[in-house]
């Protein structure tokens, strides 16, 4: 049983971080041990035994930081358990239907052989930083669309595979 976990999050305005504690907090209820870190801060994954990243999604696209976790470590998540997730649409859908992986994150789910991969709903609120985000908001296009419990499932799933335990009703 794999006993570290690390979910590495790639973040503008912090609503893929939340999602990504929220992930940290069912797999430690499952009895791991569970870091969640900006991808950026790490400098090795060699510690953990399992990994989770997740981007934001900015025009089809993975959040910058993400992206470059996904390269710069390439090599250590080859040998590893890996998912990945991504928050973004600011609507709806991403609780309606399944949402495949941008391109660029579908490449790397290739290459890296990861077992598995989620779009959540995103968040977007007042206080965003940048041009865009701004915009989207002058729109009334802003809102938080993260369904907590979608999540905290789609968490429990990995949980049970590393724990190799059953799932929790």
């Known amino acids: 049983m794999p006993a570290n976990v690390l979910v590495a999050y790639g973040t503008t ?30 400098a090795s994954v060699a510690s953990y035994d399992a990994v989770v990243v997740g981007g934001g999604l900015y025009a089809g696209r993975w959040q910058k930081h993400a992206r470059r976790f996904l390269r710069r470590h390439r090599r ?10 991504s928050s ?4 709806a859908s991403a609780s309606e239907r399944d949402i495949p992986p941008a391109p ?7 290459r890296l052989d990861a077992k598995g991969h989620v779009t ?15 915009m989207i908001l002058k729109n009334g296009k ?8 979608a999540i ?11 724990t190799g335990g059953t799932e929790k009703s």
């Open 13 to 42: 305005n912090g609503s893929t971080a939340e999602i990504a504690e929220a992930i940290a907090d069912v797999l430690r209820k499952d009895g791991l041990t569970v870091e969640a870190r900006p991808a950026q801060s790490v």
């Open 76 to 85: 250590e998540l080859a040998g590893r358990p890996l998912w990945l997730f």
């Open 88 to 91: 973004g649409p600011l609507d």
């Open 104 to 110: 660029g994150v579908k490449k790397a789910m290739a």
């Open 120 to 134: 959540f709903g995103g968040c977007l609120e007042e206080g965003a930083k940048g041009w865009v985000a701004g």
């Open 142 to 149: 802003g809102g938080d669309f993260r369904d907590f419990t």
């Open 152 to 162: 905290e499932e789609w968490a429990a799933r990995i949980g049970t595979e590393l």
